[in-house]
């Protein structure tokens, strides 16, 4: 079952697409959930650090990461490990991490060195598997930092590199690009895009972003799809574009969206919705859900309700616009996961308000199931609350087993323990009701490169009727979006009836994933 590079691929862009190296790890789900309307668990009681970005890595641990300049953390290093930033202006000499290493399976937490602010950063992976981090605030505004993942028993750790960006970014988006190099997309006073590594590539001007900078900045952290056609949708404020990050140009503009801003700090969110073997992975949808009312951060005293709407639109119509559905809740600050079925969860955040240091109220305790496929006015589930309220600098990870990793929510410059809405220091996960059953032995490549065809096969000793296969890309998550969330399902495939073997042939146009979920419907 080994790789094949495609033919046609010259010796040098062989090289690149063999660095595009992907890791595996198998999920079954069967029909017949745990509960109905899924279930929480509290996996870690003090995580010592309050979580404000999170990837889960082809390891399946998960690198929580809050801000530096924070002030001590209930997490120390490392004996003898301390911090010397003369720069950090709380904490000059600080011995204790900002950073961590979650392992779901021990639900162990182990303590990482981050050297200069990630206050507001952003993040990615690139071919590799490396995670890269870049900006923050302060000494760290133009940092790239990168973690090479290791297993739960490593020691793998961060490290700045001695390249800087082009330009502080604050707030700014990452898009891993098919070439296995990102782009990183504007920050506070930067309407420019530039990439990492560069290359030889040096600043864009986005005009979208300037022209999207209202008084309150509602241009900042831009969702960032890379579209089935090579282009990428960017969506910051309530406008929207499709942009050729090959040559630096703007192919189209979207109508407005109706309703409120949906970008930080008003906080909606937003997801391709998957990719399908039905629609040949080429047909893709933009889910934009939620936001804050108009002006909610210049006036946070209102604690204005937020919006209760999702736009939807396929990019690739002639007359593309939104389609706009109603949320069974309100919700600025929610998070959006895709689930292995192809559906969406979203999570977290507030009803009334926007982001910003004690500028909402009123949790969104309840996740919804969102299901794409349904009916027009069937399409969401409200499911199972949690207790603990999750709004400004929280997180949602889709783990490997399906289960989806709640951390983090800090609504106060510094951790402060009292009062209401105190830093949240505990890490919940959230079993939502597709999980259940038996998981089959999957066998899939180690490694793969970008447009690969590839096999693997299923052994399942159980009554199946059909298989869906389904793949997502690991985001990295922060501040209500997930950067780089994407999944692929590849329905129907043949079925025998004992040790059955399955093998899958297709070819995507990108296959920068490495949690690989399976579904069996038998039941
Ligand atoms: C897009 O749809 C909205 C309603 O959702 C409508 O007001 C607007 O005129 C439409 N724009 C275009 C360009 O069709």
Not at 13 to 19: E, K, N, R, T
Not at 419 to 434: D, H, K, N, V
Not at 478 to 495: K, N, P, R
Request: hydrophobic fraction near 35%; proline fraction near 6%.
């Amino acid at each position: 079952m080994g790789l094949e590079m495609r033919k046609t691929c010259s010796i040098g862009l062989c090289q690149v697409l063999a660095a595009l190296l992907l890791w595996w790890s198998a999920v079954l789900i069967l029909c017949g959930g745990v509960n109905g309307q899924g279930s929480w668990e509290t996996v870690v009681k003090n995580a010592g650090i309050s979580t404000m970005h999170a990837a889960v890595t082809h390891f399946g641990n998960v690198v929580l990461l809050d801000r530096t300049n924070i002030g001590d953390s209930q997490l120390p290093l490392p004996p003898g490990v301390c911090r010397n930033n003369q720069q950090d202006r709380a904490n000059k000499y600080d011995c204790t991490a900002h950073s961590a290493l979650y392992s779901p399976g021990s639900n162990k937490i182990r303590p990482l060195f981050v050297q200069t602010d990630t206050w507001c950063s952003s993040g990615q992976f690139d071919g590799s598997g490396k995670l890269v981090q870049t900006g923050g605030d302060a000494e760290g505004v133009r940092k790239i930092r990168t973690y090479w993942p290791c297993a739960d028993d490593g020691d793998c750790n961060w490290e700045e590199t001695t390249t800087n960006l082009q330009v502080g970014r604050w707030y700014a988006s990452n898009q891993q690009l098919p070439d296995g190099t990102q782009i990183v997309v504007g920050g506070r006073n930067a309407f420019t895009v530039e990439y990492v590594p560069a290359n030889g590539r040096g600043q864009f001007d986005l005009q979208l972003l300037k022209d999207t900078n209202d008084a309150q900045n509602d241009n900042l952290y831009p969702f960032v799809h890379l579209l089935p056609d090579n282009n990428l949708f960017i969506f910051a404020n309530r406008d929207s574009i499709l942009y050729n990050w090959q040559d630096n140009y703007v192919v189209r503009k979207y109508p407005t969206i109706p309703g409120e801003p949906r970008n930080y700090p008003s906080a909606g969110s937003s997801v391709m919705l998957p990719l399908t073997a039905t629609g040949g992975f080429k047909a893709c949808e933009i889910l934009v859900c939620g936001g804050a009312a108009p002006g909610s951060f210049s006036n946070p005293g209102r604690l204005a309700p937020a919006s209760d709407t999702c736009g939807r639109m396929d990019p690739f119509a002639k007359d593309a616009n939104w389609t706009m559905e109603t949320m069974p809740q309100r919700r600025t600050m929610g998070d959006m996961i895709l689930t292995p079925l192809g559906d969406v969860i979203i999570i977290n955040g507030a009803t009334k308000g926007s982001q910003g240091w004690g500028y909402a109220s009123d949790p969104a305790l309840t996740p919804v199931l969102y299901y794409p496929g349904a009916k027009s006015g069937e399409r969401f589930q409200t499911l199972t609350g949690t207790d603990i309220p999750r709004m400004y600098h929280s997180t949602a990870n889709l783990l490997p087993d399906g289960r989806i990793l709640v951390a983090g929510s800090n609504t106060h410059q510094f951790y402060t323990f009292t009062g209401q809405f105190p830093t949240e220091l505990r890490i919940e996960a959230f079993s939502p009701p597709y999980l259940g059953g038996t998981r089959p032995g999957l066998v899939v490549p180690g490694e793969m490169g970008y447009g690969e065809e590839f096999s693997g096969s299923v052994n399942y000793n159980g009554n199946l009727v059909w298989v869906d296969l389904s793949m997502a890309s690991a985001p990295f998550v922060t501040h209500s979006y997930a950067m780089v969330i994407f999944a692929l399902i590849v329905s129907y495939i043949s079925v025998s009836w004992f040790g059955l073997v399955l093998f899958f042939f297709f070819r995507s146009f990108v296959l920068m994933v490495f949690v690989f979920r399976c579904r069996v419907r038998g039941c």
